[in-house]
């Protein structure tokens, strides 16, 4: 696995806990099960975190994930199983597929893939 | 929702050898990804332990977060005699460790529903230190679905 897509995946990860803390009812059930915090904003340091991750991979790289996010609205970063794309299940061409140390974006969707 | 159910043996480690935070949750992580997903996994869960311990005391902890490593939910659970210190929010060693991954896409919101339930099974777990009775994985299995029978 690349380091960009590594970079990639776990920015997508913070975005999923971002998500979370972001909405208010999640938050409130995180306080009931009794997690405690160090914070008083949450948020505001998961998106400090998202910041420093952004910056270890190129700009137009992350320019690019920025881009299919906000169009999905879902994910930008998807595994390929069992030779479909993760996101729209299309059909991924298998010359892509020896590729696999490399990262490629499904030629239908759009979204970087990469295989499992 | 029934706990004991999603539990399986293979998941369920009754003698952690790992001492430090990053450690346990990799042991943790191994016992469904040894690839280089546990290495991102181990990292998300991480950042959730920065924004405050999931130590969330009584020797308890409750790492989780979401990941597209994952299909379904998993739940792992760990247990140290000597404890681990995991900088819980009573600064006490953790004994006892639940840890859930949940996949992004969660309709019916199992994450959330799953992680309330652990904690009202922890509780009972911790009564008379019933956790560190069990000697087998399939043992506490069977404390927990007795547990919950009893809620
Ligand atoms: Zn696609």
Redesign the interface.
Known sequence: ?SDEL?IL??L???D??IK??RNAS?RK??R????????DN?VE??LE?RKKLAERINKPLFQMYERILSRYK??A???VIDGFC?GCFSKVPTELSGQRKVLNNCPNCGRFIYWD | MNLYSLLKPERINLDLTSRKKQDVLLELVSSFRED?DSG?LV??LL??E?????G??KGVA?PH????VVDKLELVVGRSTKGISFDA?DKKPVHLFFLIVAP??DPGNQY?IT??RV?VVCQELLKRKQYEKPQTPEEFIQLVKEIEGNL
Do not use: C, N
């Open positions: 696995m590594k995946l776990e997508q990860h913070l999923y806990m979370d803390w999640t059930e995180f009931k099960i009794g997690f405690q915090l160090e914070t949450p340091m998961l975190k879902d994910w970063v998807v595994p993760g | 280089e991102l990292s998300t950042k959730r920065d924004l405050g311990s999931t969330i005391g409750i977060g979401r990941s597209l929010i992004p896409q959330l992680l309330g904690a």
